[in-house]
């Protein structure tokens, strides 16, 4: 597999450091970033999902620990909105340039709001996807929310 992508490319340019980790990615698998962690032996709550909302119909980009779930009243205040709810699969797919499973905060087509889940980003080290299928990245925490030119807040539900 090529570990070359919009993602990668992006983290190099911004000269933060990586690690790719491959695994094999099972298409239809409901909870992406559970099976990654399982297939990697990375806990899960250092696997970071990215998922993309809209936020008052904008689009934003939001990363949490795979085994937490989304709060849409907690996105939509972190964004200063009032409502929030998921993008469709199709739509997140033409704005960011990644299929599903292997969307990135990283190298989207183009860059909007991102948060990180606060309390994902409290120790060195997390993983997340690397801009495709079955391709993870190991980087430190503070640096990939730089790079994302990210905000941390709040995002999952209690």
Known sequence: MSKATPATRALQQAKVAFETLEYDYAPGSERVGLQAADAIGVDPSKVLKTLMVEVDTKPACVVIPSDETLS???????????????????????LTGFHTGGISPFGQKKHVPTAFEEKAITDDLVVMNGGKRGLMIRLNAAQAVQAARAIRASLCAD
């Open 72 to 94: 849409m009243k907690k996105v939509a205040a972190a964004f200063g909105g009032k409502s929030a709810q998921m993008m469709q699969p199709a739509k997140a797919e033409r």
